[in-house]
């Protein structure tokens, strides 16, 4: 059965204007489409300049996160039916904005880059690889499955007014190795976390939690980080 | 910006708001008691103090605490190790206890009163 | 080095000296608070100690809030300015305070 839906849009064209404005565009969907499968109907049939990112349209690549309805999430995994008539789109919050939906997200990767998001142990490597046992990757299983869609940080309170916050992205990353048992750079890594803008900044807001297309629940992984920073003498950030 | 609210995002701001102005009566609370040694100066705040005006900027005071001070327990036991399942039943029976503790209180308020 | 484990302890301890602090002040009946009993109480030094302990507390989760507020919403020199302001004042409180107490 399909249906009209009406999606507004925030615009933001600085080639022609360099304020934002909204557009409105009917699009006729069935039940089985998503938010991705209007924004492309609207590209191709309605205005051609319509930007936004988009890849695997399968919920993998993680490009097509966007606000829509006042929540973060991803176009391609939001179903339409599940929406109601009027859907407003905007681009994730609290990002530079480089046109439509389009915002630039090395702020958020260079975060990524500051938990160092690579495994370190200098042991020499055994002849084939650093086998893990099922039961150590059960471990970090969950936080393995984050795509890096951007939408837990940018959701986050404390992220849009403290851009130096690393976030809750950055911090699943950083639980991705500490609790990876082949890993041995947990020093290292605490130091690199427990900073001014780091765990500690976290409030439990829980909007991460809410948003993660991957369904992960950060907030758990962040109270890990903080036990454990504590259980190692990492106790304050700062002075 | 507008973002939609969730009971985690609204604890959360309740508890930073109710933060602040408990700080900032905590600076006047000190400021005020430390002018006060001797039996006249005292008794004449006390005398102040029974305005029905103040006795309910009291009772908001006492509601700012509790709400405070459960939802401060919520994030504690939750950084403890209680399970984030339980996060938003937490925020709700906490907001509960706030109310009964406060009629509670309340009563032994106005029993002063009077 | 300890501020945000400290932060959460001195929440914990304010739980139970509110909890005292708002039976014995508000709803044991006045005679709780006239001038005689406050200074009577004054001069336990058990009491003395809860108090100390129960202002410091206060003061430190306090301003420890306050500080973690102004690191996310304040920017640049007001924000070198606030920080500062958020130390001196607690220690000029915690003075006035301990006159309280002790004298
Ligand atoms: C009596 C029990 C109390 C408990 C258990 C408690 C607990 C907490 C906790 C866990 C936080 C951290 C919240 C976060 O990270 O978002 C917090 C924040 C705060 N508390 Fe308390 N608190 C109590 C009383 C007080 C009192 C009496 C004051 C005022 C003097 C106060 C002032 C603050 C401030 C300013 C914040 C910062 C708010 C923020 O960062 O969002 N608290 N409290
Ligand atoms: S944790 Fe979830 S919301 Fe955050 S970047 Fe990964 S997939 Fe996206
Ligand atoms: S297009 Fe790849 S996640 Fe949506």
Redesign the pocket.
């Known amino acids: 059965m399909s249906k009209y839906y009406t999606f507004k849009i925030k615009r933001y064209l600085p080639d022609e204007n360099p304020s934002t404005r909204w557009d409105e565009f009917r699009v006729k969907l069935n039940s089985m489409e998503r938010v991705l499968d209007g924004l492309i109907k609207i590209k191709e049939t309605m205005d051609g300049t319509l930007t936004f990112r988009k890849s695997c349209a399968h919920g993998v690549c993680g490009s097509c996160a966007m606000k829509i309805n006042g929540q973060n999430r991803l176009a391609c995994q939001t179903l339409v039916k599940d929406l109601p008539e009027i859907i407003e789109i905007e681009p994730l919050p609290a990002l530079p904005v480089i046109k439509d939906l389009v915002v630039d997200m090395t702020m958020f990767f260079h975060k990524n880059d500051k938990v160092l998001p690579y495994l370190i142990n200098e042991e020499p490597p055994p002849e084939r690889e650093r086998i893990q046992s099922p039961e150590d990757q059960h471990k970090i299983l969950e936080s393995i499955t984050c795509i890096m869609c951007g939408s837990c940080t940018t959701s986050c309170p404390v992220f849009w007014a403290d851009k130096e916050y690393l976030g809750p992205s950055a911090l699943l990353k950083a639980y991705r190795f500490l609790f990876d048992t082949r890993d041995r750079a947990t020093e290292q890594r605490l130091e690199a976390i427990t900073g001014e803008h780091g765990v500690w900044r976290c409030?439990?807001i829980f909007n991460c939690v809410e948003v993660c297309p991957k369904e992960i629940d950060i907030t758990k992984h962040i109270l890990k980080l903080k036990r454990l920073a504590v259980k190692k003498g990492f106790t304050g950030g700062e002075k | 910006m507008r973002y939609r609210w969730n009971t985690g995002s609204l604890a959360?701001l309740v508890?930073?708001v109710t933060?602040?102005i408990?700080?900032l009566y905590?600076i006047a609370h000190i400021y005020v008691l430390s002018h006060l040694k001797d039996p006249v100066a005292y008794n004449k705040l006390m005398a102040f103090m029974k305005n029905p005006l103040l006795k309910i900027g009291e009772l908001i005071l006492f509601a700012i605490?509790l709400k405070?001070?459960f939802?401060?327990?919520r994030?504690?036991l939750l950084e403890m190790g209680v399970s984030t399942k339980y996060h938003k039943s937490m925020a709700y029976v906490g907001a509960l206890l706030v109310f009964i503790v406060w009629v509670v209180g309340a009563f032994y308020f106005f029993r002063e009163v009077f | 080095m300890w501020s945000w484990l400290l932060?959460?302890i001195t929440?914990?301890i304010?739980?139970v000296?509110?909890l005292y602090h708002f039976i014995l002040m508000h709803f044991m009946g006045h005679d709780n608070y006239s001038y005689e009993a406050v200074m009577q109480r004054l001069s336990e030094s058990s009491w003395k100690i809860f108090n100390i302990v129960f202002l410091f507390s206060?003061l430190y989760?306090?301003f420890y809030?306050?500080n973690?507020?102004v690191t996310e919403y304040v920017r640049g020199y007001p924000k070198k300015f606030l920080k500062t302001f958020l130390v001196i004042l607690p220690i000029a409180l915690a003075f006035f305070g301990v006159k309280i107490v002790l004298f």
């Open positions: 409030h439990s | 959360w508890h930073r933060g602040i408990l700080s905590l605490v405070h001070v939802a401060g327990i994030i504690t | 932060h959460r929440g914990v304010l739980v000296g509110l206060a989760h306090g809030g306050l973690g507020v």
